[in-house]
């Protein structure tokens, strides 16, 4: 019912920069949260930023990543600047969307765009 398709992941030296895209496209009523999480490897999957009523960023990338949205388009964006090592990993799009016709939100993933952070 709702598709989440994530683009602009790569290969990036320390210190560079990338900016991730995802589009929801479907049975969209409304989307309440946009936002992204990120797996490393042997880690948990953890939020990096998500964008509702309020903005939210992890720790390790505030002053480095920014996240927006476009809202007419469904789309959610993240700029990632001063790079570092760790943060390679699988990057997820994730949406809170309430599907035409139904009462309630759900929670709706992308397939993961990976970024690897080496020299």
């Known amino acids: 019912q709702v598709q989440l398709v994530e683009s602009g992941g790569g290969l990036v030296q320390p210190g560079g920069s990338l900016r991730l895209s995802c589009a929801a496209s479907?049975?969209?009523?409304?989307?309440?949260?946009m936002g992204w999480y990120r797996q490393g490897p042997g880690k948990r999957r953890e939020l990096v930023a998500h964008?509702?009523?309020?903005?939210i960023y992890t720790d390790s990338v505030k002053g480095r990543f920014t996240i927006s949205r476009d809202n007419a388009k469904n789309m959610v964006y993240l700029q990632m600047n001063s790079l570092r090592p760790e943060d390679t990993a699988v990057y997820y799009c994730?949406?809170?969307?309430?599907?035409?016709?139904?009462?309630?939100?759900?929670?709706?993933w992308g397939q993961g765009t990976q970024v690897t952070v080496s020299s």
């Open positions: 994730h949406a809170y969307v309430r599907v035409t016709g139904t009462p309630t939100f759900a929670n709706y």
């Open positions: 964008s509702g009523e309020s903005t």
């Open positions: 479907g049975s969209i009523f409304s989307i309440s949260t």
